[in-house]
């Protein structure tokens, strides 16, 4: 077997020919006599590469090594003359190189057809082949060597051809067979089952650390920490794939589903880094053990302390803050709003505590489109206001005081019932509000400490800002605004800035005292979804959280939107200029949109301003019209008078004509007024409609 090799030894240099082309020398290392190749190895930029070669393509580059091979001339064709017995051997065997492209007969016959001669020769002798020419052998055969020669070099490149057709069809037998095995273990119903082993393969490569109670809870100002929840019914009856995985303590990786040009689908692992990360097995009191808990005992030391769950509709964030679910039912006793209350409670015994003598007292009221709604008092409407201390009063917020555990739970299950929810494609159920619990200690009337509990309304209705009603582009817009109010203010929080933009939005408005001061804490539990379907909204939640966390790690980051935009600027002079030079939400909303540049067009930074001046009018409007209609009554009741005096025999005319008249030009004065705002209404109605319709489709994306 060792002559196939020629004079191919190990350590021997050849030329090989590479995948792109490229002909360069190589050293042999090893013979392959099972498959008739080498295995040769050279060094590329630094690094030894080896391959695995046919010794067809190594004798095609390197004649030289090749063997030499002497096979007997057929017992057909007589013996040539003895002194061109070196020639003829040479023909004969390239003649058999060459024959079955010319032979129309199998290889098989050719080996039969000797044998059958050796037995009929000495019965019948056969038809002997023509004699040689009897012209001059040596012109003749050099001329056949010639065409020989071409010959065979074109056999080498048919064959290297035909080599590569038979590995192309062995590969695709391969993968073939490969895809057979594979639909026989998988069910071959699920849409993307192709996805689904790419993920299992991959994570049985990884590592799994998942969070423990036995693991250490760390000190945190600003704690974000992510929560995955399971698939549920109608995941599970569509057989969408779970895209998220969670190896560790603190990572979350979201395997997000590509096609190429070719259409080849390939995964994208991203990955993300919090303080903690909890998989679809966590419990709530798992999760309320390292967010909420730490921050119980902040209040108790006069601090403020906040805790949101922020995340698409439907993952999970009412769950989380508000309790279990069976089916429409809520099993309140299981939110992070019952837990933090059990907490305060016990901790209200310790004796450190006991001796302040603090009361405790809950509020629950939502945010609506910038309004707020006191849940606790039948859904009225509040007003929010600053006081001549500049600090935020919510005008006739009822707090309602607890003494234990179970007086929460009642407080929750009446808010809960009144909250405003709607139909999403997420969720049947969603909520389209930020829900806000208070947790307010007070000593002897004076407030101690504060813990603020948020449910936050779905982020993917803040991209909803170009639809055809108004009252959802009113909802998104406020989503869109308060929770990019909500980052820049607990970016200002973890890197002490000087000011806080936190009359951008009416959410973080009412929230003014949680991000100031040194003794305020403040954590996010971003929720998301598991879903193929909801990957987008899942990596958008992935990024707003990231970028919370993202600025107070490094401090020395520089300030982002410290560029005005100018074109910005120059949409602002199409708003109402006595609006944007007295507003000092208007310096907040600029500051905030060009600190969010990335996702807040000139378009949308325009619409803003025009519903930020709309909810504002709105306001001015409905107290005026509310002052009208008092005065109205006082009218009555002076034209009640007046016509009383008429009914006597010698009333005084003149008087009566007099105060009639009076009357009359209050009226005419009163309703002229508030026409007049009623027609700026309707005129700031119509540029936020245009404002909608300007909006950049690309962008913003959803938070």
């Known amino acids: 077997m060792a002559s196939v090799f020629g004079k191919i030894v190990v350590g021997t240099y050849v030329e090989i020919k590479r995948s792109d082309g490229r002909i360069h020398q190589a050293m042999v290392t090893s013979l392959n006599e099972y498959n008739e190749s080498v295995t040769v190895e050279w060094i590329e930029n630094g690094d030894t590469k080896g391959k695995e070669i046919d010794l067809e393509s190594i ?56 044998t059958r001669a050796r037995s009929t020769q000495s019965q019948q002798p056969e038809p002997a082949p023509p004699p040689p020419s009897q012209q001059p052998a040596q012109p003749t055969i050099a001329q056949t060597q010639q065409q020989l020669q071409n010959a065979r070099r074109k056999s080498n490149c048919v064959k290297e051809v035909e080599k590569l057709q038979e590995k192309r069809e062995r590969r695709r037998l391969q993968q073939q067979e490969l895809r057979e095995k594979r639909a026989q273990e998988v069910d071959t119903t699920i849409p993307n089952y192709e996805i689904m082993y790419m993920i299992r393969d991959f994570r049985a490569s990884l590592d799994y650390r998942p969070l423990t109670t036995a693991d250490l809870i760390e000190e945190h100002r600003i704690c974000v920490c992510v929560r995955k929840r399971p698939l549920n019914k109608k995941e599970l009856s569509m057989k969408d794939l779970d895209v998220i995985t969670i190896p560790s303590k603190d990572v979350v990786m979201v395997h997000e589903p590509k096609q190429k040009v070719d259409l080849t689908r390939f995964l994208e692992n991203q990955t993300f880094r919090f303080d903690y990360a909890f998989d679809d097995s966590s419990t709530n009191e798992m999760v309320y053990r390292f967010t909420a808990r730490p921050l119980v005992e902040t209040i108790f030391e006069r601090g403020m302390a906040t805790c949101f769950a922020y995340g698409q509709t439907g993952s999970g964030k009412t769950h989380t803050m508000g309790g279990d679910f069976s089916g429409k039912n809520q099993d309140c006793s299981k939110g992070i709003y019952a837990l933090a209350a059990r907490d305060v409670f016990l901790m209200l015994k310790k004796p450190n505590y006991k001796k302040l003598d603090l009361q405790v007292y809950s509020t629950f009221f939502e945010i609506y489109s910038g309004k707020v709604f006191d849940l606790l008092n039948r859904k009225a409407k509040l007003r929010v206001l600053e006081d001549g201390k500049q600090q935020v009063q919510v005008v006739g917020l009822q707090e309602k005081e607890v003494k234990c555990t179970e007086d929460v739970l009642k407080l929750i299950e009446v808010g809960n019932s009144c909250r405003t929810s709607g139909q999403t494609s997420a969720n049947a159920h969603s909520s389209r509000s930020h829900a806000v619990f208070q947790i307010i200690l007070r000593r002897k009337g004076k407030m101690h400490g504060k813990f603020s509990l948020i449910d936050l309304a779905g982020n993917e209705r803040g991209a909803d800002t170009s639809s055809a009603d108004r009252q959802t582009r009113l909802e998104g817009a406020e989503i869109n605004k308060s929770l990019l109010a909500l980052k820049e203010c607990i970016r200002a929080l973890g890197r002490n800035k000087p000011h806080t933009p936190f009359r951008a939005s009416k959410l973080t408005q009412v929230l003014r005292d949680s991000f100031i001061g040194e003794n305020s804490r403040t ?181």
Not at 593 to 617: K, Y
Not at 644 to 671: F, G, H, N, P, R
């Open 59 to 114: 004798f095609a580059l390197n004649p030289d090594v090749a063997p030499d091979e002497e096979i007997a001339p057929s017992p057909e064709t007589p013996p040539p003359p003895t002194p061109t017995c070196v020639k003829v051997n040479k023909i004969a065997k390239n003649r058999r190189t060459i024959a079955p492209p010319k032979n129309d007969t199998p290889s098989r016959d050719n080996r039969v057809i000797p």
């Open 523 to 703: 954590c996010m539990i971003a929720t998301i979804s598991p879903g193929m379907t909801s990957c987008e909204n899942t990596l958008n939640t992935l990024r707003y959280a990231n970028r919370v966390k993202e600025l107070t790690v490094d401090p020395n980051q520089v300030v982002e939107g410290g560029r005005p935009n100018i074109h910005t600027v120059n949409q602002l002079e199409l708003l109402d200029e006595e609006w944007l030079s007295i507003s000092p939400q208007r310096d907040d909303l600029k500051l905030l949109c060009e600190q969010n540049e990335e996702e807040v067009s000139p378009q949308l930074f325009t619409f803003h301003e025009a519903v930020s001046q709309l909810v504002e009018m709105e306001e001015q409007v409905l107290e005026d019209h509310r002052a009208v209609f008092q005065e109205s009554i006082r009218w009555l009741e002076d034209e009640k008078v007046l016509l009383e005096m008429t009914e006597e025999v010698d009333y005084d005319v003149e008087s009566y004509a007099t105060q009639l008249e009076q009357i009359l030009d209050q009226k005419i004065e009163i309703l002229t007024e508030l026409r007049d705002k009623v027609k700026s209404f309707r005129s700031a109605l119509q540029e936020e409609e245009q404002a909608s319709q300007q909006i950049n489709p690309k962008r913003p994306r959803a938070l």
